[in-house]
């Protein structure tokens, strides 16, 4: 790590490394490296990084096996390892507030954590940005493993048996009713995760909650609800949060197993936004960790 320098984010997590060049993927040395900070920090920021898609392709196969879009796959029966998140077309053309996809979009404002609702959830995300506001935009990050550290010890040996439900259609239709088309519903089907995660390489326990999360398995509705806000609350509380203001050739790494993370807004019909996102599979369900 001696060619590399660090520089802390916040008290809680997260971390700004320079003197690295990710335009040619690293090898197994420096991946393992990598891999190092992201178990030990959660969020990984590579400033002044210039990409494109086969750069980020390059770099993502270097961490793990890229993790196919739900989309993509879903809907059309295809592999598709890129999302974008933004309003730029892929012809350059820009989405106002009002189209449908910038709806859409506007369910990645919840807290959550990237494809938890797989039976495999993705493991880390990883984004490229290229275009990006001048007001808004930021993107807000909280430590679910911080957040189980302040937790009285009863009430952490109380949660570790608990497992939650979590469902991509009930998380999407809180944008809107049709938000996921019937096919798309039906490839992402419920599924079961532990509420408390363990990573075995940081040896650290964690929270796995957010917006995919519908309920706790065994509980009464109301009552699990109210747990799964009061953890959301507790995690993400302002003094816990560090807000990324994201510039042109940023290359962040999150890890999707203790992170979670919202958009905060912008106006799309005066601002352009493109990121690209590619993310690492999990190396397994939760309920097998």
């Known amino acids: 790590m001696a060619a590399l320098h660090c520089e802390p984010l916040h008290a809680d997590f997260g971390v700004r490394v320079t003197g690295i060049d990710l335009r040619q993927p690293p090898g197994p040395e420096l991946a393992d490296k990598i891999w190092a900070l992201i178990d030990e920090y959660s ?12 750069i980020q392709l390059a770099f993502t196969q270097s961490l793990g096996a890229p993790e196919p879009s739900h989309v993509a796959l879903g809907e059309e029966g295809r592999i598709e390892y890129f999302g974008t ?7 350059g053309s820009k989405l106002g507030n ?3 996809k910038t709806k859409f979009l506007t369910g990645n404002n919840m807290w959550h954590t990237d494809a938890s609702f797989k039976a495999v959830p993705a493991a880390l995300s990883i984004m490229c940005a290229y275009e990006t506001p001048s007001e808004g935009g930021l993107t807000e990050f909280v430590s679910t493993r911080a957040a189980y550290g302040r937790l009285p010890k009863a009430e952490q040996a109380a949660l570790d048996p608990l497992i939650a439900i979590h469902d991509y259609t009930y ?14 519903s039906k490839s992402l ?3 079961r995760q532990k509420l408390v995660r363990r990573n075995a390489r940081a040896d650290a326990k964690n929270l796995f909650i957010g917006s995919h999360v519908r309920e706790i398995e065994g509980m009464e509705a109301g009552e699990s609800r109210a747990l799964l806000d009061r ?13 990324h203001a994201w510039s042109p050739a940023d290359l962040v790494i999150w890890d999707n197993r203790c992170l979670l993370h919202r958009g905060s807004g912008y106006d799309a019909d005066k601002h352009r936004r493109r990121m690209r996102q590619t993310r690492v599979t999990g190396a397994a369900s939760s309920l097998e960790e």
């Open 171 to 184: 998380s999407r239709s809180k944008v809107s009713p049709d938000a996921v088309s019937p096919k798309l």
């Open 189 to 191: 089907p419920p599924v």
């Open 231 to 243: 953890l959301v609350d507790h995690a993400a509380k302002p003094e816990n949060i560090y807000a």
């Open 85 to 91: 998140i933004g309003n730029v077309q892929p012809d």
């Open 43 to 54: 969020f990984v920021h590579f400033p002044d990084q210039p990409a494109d898609d086969d």
């Open 98 to 100: 009002d189209h449908r």
